[in-house]
């Protein structure tokens, strides 16, 4: 599935700061953040509003730059990723003036496929993904579901090594939400490609995640780690086993007792 | 629009020929609308005429206005000192008056159709150029950061997104422009032309005939609204994503 020079999907992020410098006065974004994602990981990253979760996607993404640390992809040293990691945002980012496949072959379109190519290579995803009927719709007649899938096939189609997803499904209503939650674990049990997950939901990370990242209120830095030691695929009725509750605790423990209790995972 | 502009048109204008011949005005001074109606059909050849020359100056001085409102719109937007050094020069175009350059331009460029569409050119130039610009100053960030980690550079950009985002505005530009595109023509070819409505008009005034004057700036009023619209059902087939808002939209 990945590309051949594009790499394994493996990241190292290491001792990462940002201080935003606007006119109104230095924001300290993020404040030494380690991490480590192995190829194939699927990692999600919580922590409160404002911490810097989607700084660091932007960053990790080359959008914008920072202080001091280093990101390595498979181990070497990397300096404009740029075009190598796929990257869905918080907002959806459907062009209005596209339809549904237009949009979804953005990304190919700017690997220099050609408009033929693109559309085939979508076609098949389209009746998987819940959106043949509306092929050529635009994304004004479509609910906030349809309009997260179709973002995410569009960063899904471009087929980088890594994936940043941004909070994709926290603006859907809980049932879209569950809904798409485990049509995301089916898609991805196929592809395996790396991905690192921004959520606000400590059920939804336990739920997607091999690991979780806990990160500190601003400046963010990584509090806790906790890994997701629960069987894939993951079957419906998983949440609410003791193994699934045990950790859904423990996370929302970490995210309410920061700071006090100061025990590395 | 809807019925309500029809009916206070139709009210003034029988109000208009009511009180004409109640008062028993002389049509030279001031033709009923009727009369005014029979004068165009009697006259409709020359009028057709006019009409159709006074039409092609507005697609070549518009069309022309439209390529160089877009190269100096993407130019402005691009670089910094193309900004700096043509927008003040742009700004101050316009601020000067029609019936002075109008005379002028004509001395310099004759009589002809496109010393005319210069005037025209020169005047709609402006509104798109300057919603061009805005629209695509306005591009949202994300979604060139969005297209920025799928690997473009500056020329896939604009074309990809910023230009697409600022359609809506060039039209609004464009629309604005077109409502005065033809009075530009008109103004142009009153200083000095051998066919056209402008001359037409003069014609007319100084022989007297106030009812077909009326017809010329009945027909340029007609072609004023027919090219907006014009502009709004092409905005329609090249925009069909787009919805105006229902409410506060310049339509
Ligand atoms: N371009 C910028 N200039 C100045 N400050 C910024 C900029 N971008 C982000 N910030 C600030 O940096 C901090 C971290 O922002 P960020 O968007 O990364 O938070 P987040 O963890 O993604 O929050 P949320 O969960 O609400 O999306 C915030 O205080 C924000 O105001
Ligand atoms: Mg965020």
Redesign the interface.
Known sequence: MTLGEAGQGGLTIEGLTKTFRPKSGPVFALDGVDMVVEPGEFVTLIGPSGCGKSTLFNIVAGLEAFDSGHIRLDGAPSHDRLGEIAYMFQKDLLFPWRTVMGNAVLGLEMDGLSRRDARERIGPYLERFGLAEFTDAYPDQLSGGMRQRVAFLRTMVQERSIMLLDEPFGALDSYTRTNLQQWLMGVWEEIRTTVLFITHDVAEAVYLSDRAYVMTPRPGRIQTVLDIELPRPRESGIEITDAFLGLERNLKAELHLHGTDDHDG | MGWPPLVTVLLVLSAWELFVRWQDIRPAVLPTPTDVLDAMWDDRANLWGATWITLQTVFLGFGSALVLAVVIGVLVDSFGWVRRSIYPVIVVSQTLPIVAIAPLVVIWFGFGISSHAFVVAMYTFFPVAVALAQGLAST?Q??M????????GRV?LLL??RF??A?SQLFTGARVAMSFAVIAAVIAQFVGAVEGLGIYMLTMKNALRTDLVFGAVTVSSAVTLLLFGGVVVLQRLV?????PKTQGDAR
């Open positions: 949202d994300d979604a950061n969005l297209l920025r980690t799928m690997g473009a896939r990809k997104v697409p985002s359609l925009m069909p994503w787009y919805r």
